[in-house]
């Protein structure tokens, strides 16, 4: 689907259709670009210029933005405001007091919580966010929440536009006895399958992520025995014990690169840290950006074998922007972002991915790297984003929505 113009006056891409965006970012409803909101014809140009919008955008305060090294939600959301800076918008950033960024920071506390013991036993930390966001609402064309249902009671009694995107599992219980007492809010899902145990919320779309094209790229390979990649976080829901038998089948090395969070410290002593010993496996630790493109560069698949509905997976992107396949178990998100063939191979079993592993040889990396520049870049992620916003500031809500 083509853009009306790409770039313009503050390089923004309107869509005539909304129906199917390539890449299978933002789904949208049907509607023509003069519906987004606030767009003017140019006669002389015969071109589409929007002018920016206010937008804030509230971060969790777990981790900095962008966090130092592991942490999904908050590196989404610098991505996000970095390019919708880029874009020309003006754009104020509520999150910690050690956040970087090219946006206004408002902090609302002077550091990441994840640096705070014990933070998590009152409220405090986020009635204080909650209040400053408020105080300064009418200032903006749009509010971007990142914080689950925090600030659903405020802010549904208060006239600025707002939304909340999801970053997590929607299979507990409790989820639908909190958002269903809000069901004007609208809600962003950032894939389809992680709204499928909760269909009745108010979903105003799915906007997968992306991140900066160039943050991640193909480096040079040193020369050295093949390896697979595993990289995150090790949790069982994270497939780390599976990475390892299947690695193991394929008599391949397999490099762990992955952080052992505090409330998995006694499942990697337990569990993990025995497997490790075995041989065959290399526990390098969490790692930082800098470090991925050799090392996802030099594996030979990046190997994902969660064991739970996953809401997106930023490292699946990440291989890919390396030119790196992914072998993924057939959980959340994986048939929607990984590209059966192309990009990886798609699995339900160890077995499966054994024998997927001795097929990566059909598989064209440089065509990897081309699908993560065509689908993963945070440029589309954040045009996805404004259109949705521009729907919401010209009070257009998920009435309109798919």
């Known amino acids: 689907m083509r853009s009306l113009v790409r770039g313009g006056l503050y390089g923004l891409a309107l869509r005539p259709d909304f129906g199917a965006v390539a890449g ?3 789904r949208l409803p049907r509607q023509g670009a003069a519906a987004i909101g606030g767009a003017r014809m140019v006669p002389r140009a015969k071109v589409w210029q929007v002018p920016p919008m206010r937008i804030a955008q509230i971060a969790p305060l777990f981790e900095s933005v962008p966090p130092p090294r ?19 918008h003006e754009v104020t950033l509520f999150a910690t007091g050690d956040s970087h960024t090219s946006a206004r920071l408002v902090a609302a506390r002077a550091r990441a919580e994840r640096f705070v013991p014990n933070f998590e036993r009152n409220a405090a930390p986020y009635a204080r966010l909650i209040e400053l966001v408020r105080r300064e609402a009418e200032q903006f064309d749009v509010l971007h929440f990142h914080i689950d249902f925090h600030p ?14 999801l970053h997590g599992r929607l299979d507990q219980d409790w989820v639908s006895e909190i958002y269903g007492l809000f069901p004007q809010v609208n809600l962003v899902s950032v894939s389809d399958s992680q709204r499928r145990p ?3 919320l108010g979903w105003a779309a ?8 160039d943050l991640l790229a193909p480096a040079p390979v040193a020369e050295e025995a093949p390896y697979f990649a595993f990289l995150g976080r090790i949790s069982p829901e994270k497939g780390i014990e599976s990475a390892i038998r299947i690695a193991a089948a394929c008599g391949v090395k397999l490099k762990v690169a992955a952080k052992i969070g505090e409330e998995d410290a ?10 490790l010993a075995g041989g065959g496996v290399e526990f390098i630790g969490e790692i930082d950006d800098a470090r991925k493109p050799a090392f996802l560069s030099g594996a030979r698949a990046l190997l994902f074998p969660i064991a739970w509905p996953e809401p997106f997976g930023l490292v699946m992107i990440e291989a890919m922007a390396c030119g790196c396949p992914v072998v993924a178990f057939r959980q959340g998100s994986v ?26 040889g059909t598989l064209d990396r440089a065509a ?14 954040a045009e996805d984003y404004v259109a949705l916003y521009r729907r919401l500031a010209r009070g257009r809500g998920r009435a309109d929505g798919p």
């Open 368 to 381: 990897v790297r081309r699908r993560f520049e065509a689908r993963w870049t945070a440029r589309r992620m």
């Open 24 to 26: 299978g970012g933002c």
């Open 206 to 213: 799915s906007v997968l992520h992306g991140m900066p094209r």
């Open 70 to 88: 592991y942490g999904g939600t908050e590196r989404v959301v610098h991505w996000l405001t970095e390019e919708l800076v880029a874009m020309g």
């Open 266 to 275: 006694a499942y990697h002593a337990q569990v993990v840290a025995p497997l």
């Open 152 to 165: 659903f009671s405020v802010f549904t009694r208060q006239a600025t536009p707002f939304l909340t995107t």
């Open 198 to 200: 909760q269909p009745g």
């Open 335 to 360: 048939p929607e972002v990984v590209e059966e063939g192309l990009t990886g191979f798609i699995v339900e079993t160890v077995e499966q991915a054994v024998a997927a592993c001795g097929r990566l």
